[in-house]
């Protein structure tokens, strides 16, 4: 034996027993110490395990005690198991392949208090959600101001139509003074009635006389006639004009009311309006929820995606972690280096315990040709009537992945839950009963999702302070405050649409019909209060002018009753005249015989 | 306690011839230069141990090439990346990737199949260069070496004393 060391395989054997021993007593902390490093740094935060238990025929593993901690609440884990145990395939994992028929998890429960912190150095990534920038809820501008302010700023159209009519009056007052002045007056009739008399003297001075008396009468009875129709001419024309005064004065009224609710419109409407409430309220913790519900995906993309590439035909995967690339060749029968067939999971909630399977999860849908798809439901649960979640995460063509989502919630009791919008105020919900349902696909980078909640049976009460408007003595918020407080149902609605990078929450729910009543009912209120106290600063304002008016008015009346006097007069002139100068017939007593 | 390091000492070094040497020695880089946990290492461990190899010579090298396979792993992925993705060797690589003994060497990982070819090329004409350079060192250099005061203080311990009583024992040097 001159080439061999015959003791030398004695040490080799011992070696490998030696290796072999060590290898079963420390794999189970080797394999733990690997789950928690890779763990944290997919996840980005502390990844804990209580125990892990690597087992040989068959080749299997249990994990106990599995935390994994909620990067953006360190203090909170995300999920936390009891028990996780699968075994696995021999033949395949010579193979190197870790192909797992049925994964068991049980008491799952999902943010669980931690006693220490699980942070860990972020890794560069998709920033962490903000804590949702609170905008402020801008309240438009609304003050009342005082009723004499507003008509020392505002003109009343109203006044200038009281000044209007007055001009207008006083300058026809004149016109007809001077109109009236050369109209016949009580000097014609008393005229007439001296040449009436002077016709019934002339009797005896034959038949000349007779001829020449009923000459003249006639043409008295003509001039009669004539300055009766000037007289009836005249007083329909000032019939005309103080009638249309008259319509004139009575559209004061309806004007004055016009300023009056043209001031309060203008005064009792508050600027700028109230819009993009409920995007206010629940737009900070949607956009919370979704960024959230993004990180997780980005933290979870390797597992149901590899990062690989090909050289000359070849696929060249880079591991997660280590040195150099492994080339894959074709594979006969294909199947990928890791696949959970099943892993059946037992959620315990507060409300009580949700079971559901994952299937197919694997980095290599494309080799294994089918997609991740997920089924969680319960019925008749604590506070909960039914939950259901399923979805599906088809990477089977890398090029064009399509991951899709939907939730429904039934009967959820809600209890204390805090809706804060408003700097330093918000309004908490005491108790409702929530459906809630949410649709959400991703395609590729394209996110479009739909989230509908619908509260019923509400109480909601304000929380915190509101913020103060100057003027009305917070009367605003006092009524937003009043309009939450008595809702008693309520649908909100978020579409999410965009991209992974650059998404957007639309938000729409009552309250924006909610805050708009409360808004106008604020305005209304205000405006009733309002109209009585500016209705009676105007009418005062009015009143002077009016009187000027009315007695202008009265002139013009007092004309018409003038005319009319006269018309009076002289139709009894005429009627005089018509009857001659001795009672009907001729002058000198002549009866003509027909 | 001196008497089981001296013990080892003689047996560690016992097989000092050239070639014996420089063999341990290129094992010593196939082991070195490839990723320590490969399977393969349990084979050369075990031709290290069976044939009359020099084991401190194996030892020493392990820990000089593991050293320098840092630097040099760059070259033996671009190597082995270059290998594993030539079109001629498609065919066969295909074969031994479906094929379960192959699977557990890990022979498509990049690093690994640029070191161990790399090391295998280099195989006789590394023996040769080693084998050479020992036998000139020990022409020249070691007689000058044994003249140092390191060595003789050295050879003045007791645990040399011992050592060569050991080597007498077994035939050795």
Not at chain 1, 426 to 443: E, I, M, N, Q, R
């Amino acid at each position: 034996m001159r080439y061999i060391r015959l003791w030398g395989l004695v040490v080799f054997a011992v070696a490998v027993v030696v290796l072999a021993g060590a290898w079963f007593l420390l794999v189970d902390g080797a394999v733990r110490c690997m789950i928690e490093r890779t763990g944290t740094r997919i996840v980005g935060a502390r990844v804990e395990l209580d125990g892990a238990d690597v087992r040989l025929f068959p080749a299997g593993l249990t994990l106990t005690g599995l935390k994994v901690t909620n990067p953006e609440e360190p203090m909170r884990n995300a999920f936390e198991a009891s028990r996780i145990s699968f075994a696995v395939n021999g033949p395949d994992l010579l193979r190197r392949k870790v192909i797992v028929d049925e994964l068991t998890a049980e008491g799952v429960m999902l943010n669980t208090a931690r006693k220490s912190s699980g942070a860990v150095k972020r890794a560069a990534g998709r920033a962490a959600p903000g804590k949702g920038k609170k905008k402020a809820l801008e309240l438009p501008a609304f003050r009342v101001p005082d009723v004499q302010e507003i008509l020392r700023t505002e003109k009343l159209a109203v006044l200038d139509h009281v000044a209007g009519l007055r001009n207008g009056m006083e300058r026809d007052k004149a016109e007809w003074d001077n109109r009236l002045k050369a109209l016949p007056d009580r000097a014609k009739i008393d005229g007439y009635k001296k040449r009436l008399e002077g016709l019934k003297g002339a009797g005896g001075g034959g038949i000349g006389a007779l001829l020449g008396g009923a000459t003249e009468l006639v043409s008295l009875q003509k001039d009669i006639e004539k300055d009766l129709k000037s007289l009836k001419e005249a007083g329909g024309d000032l019939d005309k004009v103080i009638k249309s005064y008259e319509r004139s004065v009575k559209d004061v009224a309806s004007m004055q009311h016009k300023d009056v609710e043209r001031i309060l419109e203008k005064y009792t409407t508050p600027a700028g309006g109230l819009s993009g409430v409920s995007g206010l309220f629940f737009g900070p913790q949607a956009a919370r929820w979704t960024e959230a519900g993004l990180q997780w995906y980005e933290r979870l993309a390797p597992v149901v995606e590899r990062v690989r590439s090909r050289k000359k035909g070849a696929e060249v995967v880079k591991p997660v972690r280590g040195k150099g690339v492994y080339v894959r060749y074709e594979e006969s029968p294909p199947m990928p280096d890791l696949l959970i067939k099943k892993a059946v999971v037992g959620l315990k909630l507060a409300a009580g315990p949700v079971n559901g399977q994952i299937l197919n999860i694997t980095p290599d849908q494309a080799t294994l040709a089918r997609p991740l798809s997920f089924d969680f439901g319960a019925k008749g649960l604590k506070g909960l009537e039914s939950l259901s979640l399923t979805g599906s995460l088809d990477h089977v063509r890398p090029a064009s992945p399509v991951d899709t989502g939907r939730l429904k919630v039934a009967g959820l009791k809600l209890k204390d839950f805090r809706v804060d919008a408003l700097e330093g105020a918000g309004f908490v919900v005491d108790d409702a009963l929530l459906d809630l349902s949410a649709d959400v696909t991703l395609k590729g980078k394209g996110l479009a999702g739909v989230v509908k909640a619908e509260l019923g049976s509400m109480k909601v009460s304000m929380a915190g302070g509101g913020p103060e408007l100057g003027g009305t003595g917070g009367m605003l918020a006092g009524a937003l405050k009043g309009a939450v407080s008595g809702m008693r149902e309520l649908s909100v609605k978020a579409e999410i649409t965009g991209t992974l990078d650059d998404y957007d929450v639309k938000i729409s729910s009552d309250l924006d019909r909610i805050m708009d009543s409360a808004v106008k009912g604020v305005a209304k209120e205000a405006a009733d209060k309002l109209r009585g106290e500016l209705s009676a600063a105007v009418s005062g304002a009015v009143k002077g002018p009016m009187a000027g008016l009315g007695g202008d008015l009265e002139g013009l009346g007092a004309m018409r009753e003038q005319v009319e006097g006269l018309v009076g007069e002289f139709g009894l002139m005429r009627g005089d005249a018509g009857k001659g100068t001795n009672g009907g017939g001729l002058p000198g007593g002549i009866k003509l015989p027909f | 306690m001196l008497r089981s390091i001296a013990k080892l000492l003689r047996v560690l070094n016992s097989e000092a011839e050239p070639v014996q040497v420089s063999l341990a020695l290129w094992l010593a880089m196939v082991s070195g230069l490839t990723p320590i946990l490969s399977p393969h290492n349990l084979l050369v461990l075990l031709l290290a141990l069976v044939l009359r190899v020099n084991l401190s010579a194996f030892i020493l090298g392990l820990m000089v090439f593991s050293a320098l396979a840092y630097a040099l792993d760059p070259l033996f992925h671009l190597f082995g990346q270059m290998v594993l993705t030539a079109d001629p060797l498609n065919g066969l690589f295909t074969a031994m990737y479906n094929t379960t003994f192959f699977r557990l060497l890990d022979f498509n990982n990049s690093i690994l199949m640029g070191s161990l070819l790399l090391s295998l090329l280099a195989a006789v004409p590394f023996i040769i260069v080693v084998n050479a350079l020992i036998r000139r060192y020990r022409a020249s250099v070691l007689a000058w070496v044994e003249r140092t005061h390191v060595m003789k203080v050295f050879k003045a311990s007791k645990l040399y004393r011992l050592y060569r009583a050991y080597g007498e024992i077994g035939g050795g040097p």
